[in-house]
Every structure is written in C-alpha cells, then in structure tokens.
C-alpha cells in the first residue's frame, strides 16, 4: 500500500511538474511580440516582396522574439484602413504612398505636387535627408512612428479609350485616383474627371466602365491584370511615389532599445534593395505589357512640356499655402541635385 502511495505521490509530482513547465513555455509564447505588416500593394510587387524580407529579417535577428506576419493587396483594408490600424495598434508596421498619408498628416501631400522629382536620385536626396526626416516628425502625433522612405515609384496613366499622345487626350477620361486632394486637383487641372476609388474595386469598376482608366505605377497594371481590361499606357510619370515604412507607435513604445535598433537597421537594408528592385520591375513591367498586347507610348517633350505648363496653378496656390515654403525648400534641393 505503501508503495503505490509512493508510486502515485510521484506520479503527482511529475504532471505538476509538466504541467508548471507547459504554462512557462505558454507564459513564453505570450511574451513573445506580434508584428502584422500590411499593405494594399499586389503580390508580386517590390514593396510586398521586400515586407516579407523585412519580417524575416525582424524575426531572424531577434532570434523569433517578434512574430511577424504579413498582408499584402488589401487583404485588412486600403490604405486609409491599414493606417487607422495602426493608431489603434491592431496593425503594427505598413508602407502606404504619401498621398493616403497626407489625409491624416497633411503636410506629405508636398510630395505628391505633379512632376515635382524629375529622376529617383533627386527624390532620394530629399527624402533621406533633413526634409524628409522633417516629415517623418509629422506621423507620431497620428500615433505612427515613420522609419524611412520605401518607394511604389512613378505612376503613369492607364486607359481602354484611346492612346494618350497629347494633353488633349485626356479632355474628359472618367479616371480612378487615390483618395488625395492633390491627386485630384492633378487631374482636373489636366483635364479628366477623377474619382477616388478604393483600390480593392478597381479592376471591376474598370471592366464593367464605371470607370475609363486608372493611373498607378505600372507594376500594378501587371500585377493586378489591368491590362486585361485597358488597351492603353502612356508613360506621363506625372507623381513619384515613396512609400514611408511605418510602425504603430504604441508597438514601437512597447520594444526594447535592441529591438528598436534591429528594426531601423532591417528597414534601411531593405529600403536600399527595395528601391533598386522597383527600378528593375518598372522597365520589365513595361515590356510584360507591349508582349501583353497593350499600346505603351512616351510623351514627346514638348508634350511632356506641356503637361508641366498645365500644372503650374497646382504649384502657384501652393504656394500661398501654410506649405509653400515647405515646397519651396525641396525644389531648391532638387535644383541642386540636377545641376
């Protein structure tokens, strides 16, 4: 009798012991962070190909401490959805262009001003340095920490009613732009009538002509199938779009210094191949395209002059706004760049 009291005290103790051990490796799990990345770009695309090596490299490095997943095309929402979960910390990090930013931190609509940056390098040189971390400073009043600029790159204009040539092509196209004043401003200045769409909608609205085209980088048109339902792409490059990586700022306030650290060094590493990525997929996404069957056509420059005359009351009212001499200062910058 003995014996079995013995056998089963020690039996006792073993579950008490395995069942201590399972709630520490519970206990464990629970501490462990998560990190949910998201944005509204496509698969395929460089800024959702480099979200997924960005969460790898956090989860990597801080040896899976931070469990990082991702959403990519909208799968939580668009753009102005991704952001509001990061105020609230429902999302932890995204990239989003600036003009869906500049709903919540209007000073970003700056960088959207039509054919402000006339290659990469000028707007690289605005972005990584004092301006660019200027506006950075904007996001943690909107509860968002901004850690640098990603880019979705030049958007173009897309269409399934005729080859855009001239400025007076564009008279009255029913175009899909970005929920942004600027963006629409633009294309009324130029002649077309926008609608903000959200983009999750935009391939049907374009099939069934709700709808004539679209503008958005060209990547999108391959890698959402738009030219299936557009015949045309005009190469007008008339936006360049960065793409700030951001973070939830209640998730960032929640991190160690090490962490922190791991996380900004990732982000610059991946800025840096993102960025190069995007130049690549730009030009393949073009020839995708001609292969596809689509009629690709480069303005002139005198009608790339053109379109740059057209939107000089765009920059003459910015001017007299509280961000002119904002606008200002980065069109010096890029000035010197140029020369």
Same mark, same amino acid.
């Given at each position: 009798?003995?014996?079995? !009291?013995?056998?089963?005290?020690?039996?006792?103790?073993?579950?008490?012991?395995?069942?201590?051990?399972?709630?520490?490796?519970?206990?464990?799990?629970?501490?462990?962070?998560?990190?949910?990345?998201? #944005?509204? !770009?496509?698969?395929?695309?460089? /800024?959702?190909?480099?979200?997924?090596?960005? &969460?790898?490299?956090?989860?990597?490095?801080?040896?899976?401490?931070?469990?990082?997943?991702?959403?990519?095309?909208?799968?939580?929402?668009?753009?102005?959805? *991704?952001?509001?979960?990061? @105020?609230?910390?429902?999302? +932890?990090?995204? =990239?989003?262009?600036?003009?869906?930013?500049? +709903?919540?931190?209007?000073?970003?609509?700056?960088?959207?001003?039509?054919?402000?940056?006339?290659?990469?390098?000028?707007?690289?040189?605005?972005?990584?340095?004092?301006?660019?971390?200027?506006? %950075?400073?904007?996001?943690?009043?909107?509860?968002?920490?901004? %850690?640098?600029?990603?880019?979705?790159?030049?958007? =173009? %204009?897309?269409?399934?009613?005729?080859?855009?040539?001239?400025?007076?092509?564009? @008279?009255? /196209?029913?175009?899909?732009?970005?929920?942004?004043?600027?963006?629409?401003?633009?294309?009324?200045?130029?002649?077309?009538?926008? $609608?903000?769409? #959200?983009?999750?909608?935009?391939?049907?609205?374009?099939? @069934?002509?709700?709808?004539? &085209?679209?503008?958005?980088?060209?990547?999108?048109?391959? #890698?959402?199938?738009?030219?299936? *339902?557009? +015949?045309?792409?005009?190469? !007008?490059?008339?936006?360049?779009?960065?793409?700030?990586?951001?973070?939830?700022?209640?998730?960032?306030?929640?991190?160690? !210094?090490?962490?922190?650290?791991?996380?900004?060094?990732?982000?610059?590493?991946?800025?840096?191949?993102?960025? @190069?990525?995007?130049?690549?997929?730009?030009?393949?996404?073009?020839?995708? /395209?001609?292969?596809?069957?689509? $009629?690709? $056509?480069?303005?002139?420059?005198?009608?790339?002059?053109?379109?740059?005359?057209?939107?000089?009351?765009?920059?003459?009212?910015?001017? +007299?706004?509280?961000? &002119?001499?904002?606008?200002?200062?980065? /069109?010096?910058?890029?000035?010197?760049?140029?020369?």
């Amino acid at each position: 009798m003995r014996k079995r !009291t013995h056998i089963l005290l020690m039996a006792s103790i073993f579950l008490l012991l395995s069942a201590c051990e399972s709630l520490g490796e519970a206990s464990d799990r629970e501490d462990d962070k998560k990190m949910r990345l998201a #944005n509204a !770009t496509p698969e395929g695309r460089s /800024l959702s190909d480099a979200l997924y090596l960005f &969460g790898d490299i956090v989860e990597e490095e801080t040896d899976g401490e931070i469990d990082v997943e991702v959403y990519t095309n909208s799968q939580v929402g668009g753009d102005r959805e *991704v952001f509001e979960g990061m @105020q609230i910390n429902t999302i +932890q990090g995204a =990239t989003i262009s600036t003009g869906p930013i500049s +709903q919540f931190a209007p000073r970003f609509d700056v960088l959207d001003l039509p054919f402000l940056f006339p290659d990469e390098e000028s707007a690289y040189e605005v972005l990584d340095g004092p301006i660019g971390e200027d506006l %950075l400073a904007d996001l943690p009043d909107q509860n968002v920490i901004g %850690l640098n600029y990603w880019e979705n790159g030049y958007r =173009t %204009l897309s269409n399934d009613i005729r080859e855009i040539e001239t400025l007076e092509d564009v @008279q009255g /196209l029913d175009l899909r732009t970005l929920e942004s004043q600027m963006h629409i401003r633009l294309w009324q200045q130029l002649g077309a009538n926008p $609608t903000p769409i #959200n983009y999750g909608e935009l391939y049907l609205s374009m099939d @069934q002509g709700t709808v004539d &085209g679209q503008e958005n980088p060209v990547g999108n048109v391959v #890698n959402d199938n738009f030219y299936e *339902v557009q +015949q045309y792409i005009t190469r !007008t490059d008339h936006i360049y779009n960065a793409s700030p990586l951001m973070l939830s700022k209640p998730f960032w306030d929640s991190l160690t !210094t090490e962490e922190q650290e791991i996380i900004s060094e990732a982000a610059d590493k991946v800025r840096d191949y993102q960025r @190069q990525l995007n130049r690549e997929e730009t030009e393949d996404s073009y020839q995708y /395209l001609e292969e596809q069957g689509m $009629t690709v $056509t480069e303005l002139s420059e005198e009608e790339q002059e053109r379109f740059h005359e057209a939107v000089e009351p765009i920059y003459e009212s910015y001017e +007299q706004s509280e961000n &002119g001499d904002l606008m200002k200062r980065i /069109l010096k910058e890029v000035e010197s760049v140029d020369n």
